[in-house]
């Protein structure tokens, strides 16, 4: 390289970021003498001339006049008159301006995107060895620290401690033992324009515009007439929805007298009756429904339907119901009516109330048949479509309060029905298997109520025995 | 509305006061530069440039032109502000207040109190400060920390030329002494100005940013900084109130502690070292007022406990920055 | 030099109340009654009366720690100092400055100071705002042989002479600063020759001796006020008592204190110069001494009596209008 040299813009005073060449007074190709002036550049506080510091000759204008760089940017390039135009350009082309961002300038960094790593490490896996008081002899980890990790059993060695010296707190410890934070996002907010004529905090300003209230000539509660939150929450329209401390005492607890509609008036005539006419006895049962469930799996993949455990459960009732010929019965007064097929009702809980409505010749339907007529029942009853013979000549009915979270429960017979069977939860229970091992295994809890009139203490445990088989080996009732 | 540097906020304000109040009286070093050599007065107009042409204006009596005597001249602040003048004296850097500290803490701080209440002293005591364009350990520093500790002083940091502006036109008016602290790397930061007089109430903060996950509490240049950081951080979904101080004494705890309850979540950014400063006493004041609201543990985003280092590389990794903030408030989020 | 029956009355009564209210003051502290630190003046009267007879209430005057004297001859309520000192609820700083910080605004006192060098900056900032207002009004910052050392002092000289402030740099030497000795602290042959050096006119003067302060005083006052620049004066003085009380003084010579009280006595030297010329007779000034006394007498009682300021207090006067 021959004689080229770097004309930058110069740095005037700690603060000067950037200047303008306002005048190219040498012009391009021109030369100079040491001691005039090459250009005059501006700031935004000065304005000054660029003496030349030597004789030479400008060769290339980088930078037009008017035109704004930072400090350490290349304005021209100055060569002797032999050095080839080529080398200038090639030396334009790959200057590199020296980096004179300050930790203000330009080049100060924006905001990191990606969430840090916390430093401290996850409890670890199950299978290392049990954590003990002498786990943790030489590690800098401070006395409540060291017992919360024993007792919670986290391997403090993995913790990157926060305290000095990289001491392990409680507070680590307390971290790494916990889930990882699941938080609820709400994301920024438009800053409310200000009107800094009305004194109020910043929170009270926006409360204000959240809810459309207009703070001109409001006087506020705070030190000098500042408006408060407080101030904002009294000129709300509902004043009532913030907690009041006596709202107990305030309330109106005056009840609403509303008269009971007419299915509402037979359902409660029928359950009275039943309930104070037909002796009732209860015979409780668990069922192992694991491979019911299994079943119901697979049999609704293969069959291409989706029917509902309780669809299974009513063609299981219905198979065991016309096993039991003395428990398919209808009961009137002193007549016993036995059927030949299993009419089940289904207890559905409709916006009106609870109704049954029954599924008939069970025995008779495959289990999508079931399904369908099932989900017609319920829409049925979800638009007040159900008919009179929807309702008549069913002989049980299954009702199931399990999806609602209820254990077990004892229903009331929808007479003239010989029975019904109250469907509980399911619970995971640990079962002994025949080999003597040990399993967890989803028990149904079951409960019949049957009329004593017609059906005795034996027929309904008879009755109950065959379900039960029936549910746990599936295959049975298919 | 017009748009203007800080710097030129601040002088503007000074001409105001000056053609309102014949009674206030502007002391300091090179305010007017150039006195007594043949360059003449007003030859460099104030180093800082907000003093141009006051001199030109108000004369010698009012633009006071001083050696480098900085506990005479903040001395003679006090005695101007006692018998009836409203001074605004200039401290060039804020780091020389080590050479005048006992004229502010002992003395003007002081007056009205010992004196039983009897005494007035509205004197304004502008300081240049901060980080950032690698004038070193000496000539870098944030002394707010250590101000607003001082009972008797009021202490202001504006952080943008419309804040400047009013709330230096109610420190002038203020009857009680007041630091004005002025950050060197916001002086050339633009903004809109309204026109005609204003003031800025203080213990009055702005909200610069909104949001309900997060609040960032930060004063002078580390306003711009947290709102950087908060506008990254609104296109990850996160959204964080950033709540400017503007004055450090008397503080706005009203608007920091209502946004506390809202967010559950604190980071508080201060260019000064971490020890017994502004950062410490707001966390010290939201965990010990808002507590039960707090989600996750307070988080200090500070310089460390080192003067200011020179080289570029060193000064970046000094101060806080945009995405330390982000960490910070990323920091709040993954609390366990 | 003319100055009035009067005047001369009133220069002594001023006098004798400084010189009571000290050694009342030293008896009384005794007691344990009084709290804190406490410096006396006894001995320098000389020098806060010569040169307050100068000065009327828009001139202002800064003191040091050892600021009693200064604060009676501004014409500061002698009763209500005494309260202050006493730390009561309506001492005239309501009890919260004590002896240190003693001050009235509308005396133009701008207050004793704990810090030595504190005061001439503040004098300088008063006599900027007096050249401002430009009724010839001036400040006068009373210092010591100790504050002479002090680089604020020195500031403040060189900002005065600077800015053509019309301030007073009043420097009593009274030998001692703190408990070290002029001949070792101060490097140069005087006081006031440093204060030529820094620009200003200075003065030399006996501070014992009130006819010669008040004499030299007139002419310093008159070139200041005259804005022809700020001024110095030395005072040759003494101090009876140690740097606080409390102080052993085991830095004092032999039978020096003796000697002072016989040789060096402002008071004795009035009544002498007064006598010799005829200037008021002994009747008077007696009679002035049983009133001071009785002034005295009666402050003391009062302050031992009244009340002090409450807890509440502790919060007040801080700020003027805070949040």
Redesign the interface.
């Known amino acids: 390289m021959k004689n080229i040299k770097a004309f930058t813009m110069p740095k005037w005073g ?2 000067m ?1 950037e200047g303008t060449i306002s005048e190219w007074v040498v012009k391009e190709g021109q030369s100079f003498k040491k001691g005039e002036i090459i250009a005059l550049i501006e700031t ?2 000065i304005s000054n001339e660029v003496e030349a510091e030597f004789d030479g000759v400008l060769r290339k204008i980088v930078t037009p006049s008017g035109q704004t760089e930072p400090v350490g940017a290349l304005l021209g390039v100055f060569g002797d008159t032999d050095v080839p135009d080529g080398e200038i350009e090639t030396f334009a082309q790959s200057f590199e301006a020296a ?1 004179t ?5 330009r080049n ?6 990606a ?2 790593e ?1 430093s401290v490490a996850e409890a670890p896996a199950p299978s290392a060895p049990a954590i003990s008081d002498t786990s943790f002899d030489n590690l800098n980890i401070s006395p409540k620290a060291r017992e919360l990790a024993i007792e919670l059993q986290v391997d403090a060695t993995q913790i990157s401690g926060s305290g000095r010296n990289g001491r392990i707190t409680y ?1 680590d410890v307390h ?1 790494a033992s ?4 699941a ?1 609820d ?8 324009a ?1 009107d ?1 004529s009305i ?1 109020a ?3 009270a ?2 409360l204000a515009a959240m809810n459309g209230i207009d703070l001109k000539g409001v006087t506020g509660s ?3 007439g ?1 408006i ?2 407080e101030d904002v929450f009294a000129l709300l329209p509902d004043a009532g929805a913030r907690p009041q401390a006596s709202l107990a005492e305030n309330a109106d607890n005056t009840p609403q007298i509303v008269e009971m509609d007419k299915i509402r008036k037979v359902i409660a005539k029928r359950l009275t009756e039943a309930k104070s006419t037909i002796p009732h006895f209860y015979i409780r049962s668990d069922f192992d429904v694991e491979n019911l469930l299994e079943f119901r799996r697979i049999g609704n993949k293969v069959l291409s339907t989706k029917a509902s455990l309780n669809d299974y459960l009513v063609k299981a009732v219905g198979r065991a119901l016309v096993e039991h010929p003395d428990v398919n019965v209808q009961v009137h007064d002193d007549k016993i009516h036995y059927y030949p097929h299993a009419n089940v009702g289904v207890a559905i809980a409709a916006k009106s109330g609870l109704i049954t409505p029954v599924v008939k010749n069970v025995d008779l339907m495959d289990i999508s048949d079931i399904s369908r007529a099932t989900t017609q029942l319920i829409k049925k009853a979800n638009t007040g479509k159900l008919g009179f013979a929807d309702l008549e000549g069913g002989t049980l009915t299954i009702s199931n309060l399990g999806m609602m979270g209820v254990d077990q429960f004892d229903a009331i017979i929808n007479p003239p029905q010989g029975s019904i069977l109250a469907i509980g939860g399911i619970s995971r229970v640990m079962t002994e298997m025949e080999d003597g091992s040990g399993e967890f295994r989803s028990k149904l809890s079951v409960a019949m109520s049957c009329d004593h009139r017609a059906i005795d203490g034996a027929a309904g445990a008879k009755f109950m025995a065959t379900l039960k088989s029936m549910i746990e080996d599936p295959e049975l009732f298919f | 509305m017009a748009e203007l540097m800080l710097r030129e906020a601040i002088l503007q304000t000074l001409f105001a006061e000056m053609e309102r109040d014949e009674n206030v009286v502007v002391l300091g070093e090179d305010i007017v530069g150039g006195m007594g050599t043949e360059g003449g007065p007003e030859a460099i107009g104030g180093i800082w440039g907000t003093s141009t042409g006051l001199y030109d204006k108000f004369g010698g009596d009012r633009v006071i032109d001083t050696p480098i005597s900085e506990s005479a001249i903040i001395g003679a602040a006090g005695g101007l502000g006692l018998t009836g003048k409203r001074p605004v004296a200039e401290i060039m850097f804020a780091d020389f207040l080590g050479v005048c500290m006992d004229q502010i803490w002992n003395q003007m701080a002081k007056f009205r109190y010992m004196f039983g209440g009897k005494t007035e002293c509205p004197a304004v005591v502008r300081m240049i400060y901060g980080a950032g364009l690698n004038a070193a350990a000496q000539h870098s520093q944030a002394p707010h920390g250590i101000l607003t500790s001082m009972p008797g002083l009021k202490v202001v940091m504006p952080s943008t030329p419309a804040d400047a502006k009013g709330l230096l036109t109610t420190a002038i008016r203020d009857q009680d002494p007041v630091i004005f602290l002025e950050h060197k790397a916001l002086y050339a930061e633009k903004g809109e100005v309204p026109e005609g007089e204003y003031t800025i109430p203080f213990g009055h903060a702005r909200l610069a940013h909104a949001g309900e996950d997060v609040t960032i509490v930060a004063a002078g240049l580390m306003v711009k900084f947290a709102t950087k950081a908060a506008q990254g951080l609104a296109e990850q979904g996160i959204g964080c109130d950033v709540i400017d101080l503007r004055t450090t004494s008397p503080l706005d705890e009203e608007a920091i502690l209502d946004s506390v309850e809202n967010t559950g979540r604190l980071v508080v950014v201060d260019e000064s070292p971490p020890r017994c400063g502004l950062a410490t006493d707001i966390v010290s004041l939201v965990t010990n007022k808002a507590y039960a609201s707090l989600k996750a543990p307070p988080e200090m985003v500070t310089s460390p406990h080192t003067p200011v280092p020179f080289a570029r590389e060193l000064e970046k990794a000094y101060l806080p920055s945009p995405g330390k903030i982000a960490d910070a408030v990323q920091r709040t989020l993954a609390w366990k | 030099m003319q100055i009035s029956e009067d005047a001369l009355k009133q220069a002594y009564r001023q006098m004798k109340t400084i010189r009571m209210f000290e050694e009342r003051l030293h008896d009384e502290i005794m007691t344990g009654e009084i709290a804190g630190f406490t410096h006396l003046y006894a001995g320098q009267e000389a020098v806060a009366v010569g040169v307050c007879e100068h000065l009327d209430y828009n001139d202002t005057i800064a003191s040091t720690h050892r600021g009693h004297g200064h604060c009676i001859a501004k014409g500061c309520d002698v009763r209500g100092m005494m309260l202050e000192i006493y730390g009561r609820a309506d001492g005239i700083c309501k009890g919260k400055g004590g002896s240190m910080h003693i001050a009235d605004i509308e005396k133009g006192m701008l207050g004793a100071n704990g810090i030595v060098g504190g005061g001439p900056p503040i004098v300088v900032g008063a006599a900027l705002a007096a050249k401002l207002y430009g009724d010839g009004r001036l400040a006068v910052a009373f210092s010591g042989d100790g504050a002479c050392n002090q680089g604020t002092t020195f500031e403040a000289m060189n900002l005065a002479v600077v800015t053509n402030a019309p301030a007073i740099f009043a420097f009593e030497n009274n030998h001692y600063s703190e408990h070290t000795g002029v001949a070792y602290a101060v490097g140069s042959k005087d006081i006031a020759s440093r204060a030529e050096s820094f620009g200003m006119k200075a003065w030399r003067v006996d501070g014992c001796d009130f006819f010669k302060v008040y004499e030299t005083m007139g002419e310093v006052v008159d070139h200041v006020r005259a804005g022809k620049g700020p001024a110095a004066v030395e005072f040759d003085t003494e101090r009876f008592f140690g740097h606080f009380e409390g102080d052993p003084q085991n830095y004092r010579g032999e039978g020096e204190i003796a000697r002072l009280r016989e040789e060096r006595d402002s008071i004795k030297i009035f009544r002498e110069h007064a006598a010799k010329n005829k200037l008021v007779s002994k009747k008077d000034l007696d009679a002035i001494d049983k009133e001071v006394s009785d002034l005295i007498d009666k402050s003391v009682e009062e302050s031992r009596a009244a009340a002090p300021p409450t807890a509440e207090d502790v919060l007040t006067d801080v700020y003027i209008d805070y949040i």
């Open positions: 700690i603060e970021q935004d506080k980096d961002g300050t930790a203000v300038g100060s960094d924006s905001a990191a995107p969430p840090v916390t507070q971290q916990r889930p990882d934070a938080v996002l709400g994301g920024a907010l438009p800053v409310p200000d800094e004194f905090s910043p929170l300003k926006r705070g030190a000098r500042r408060r939150k």
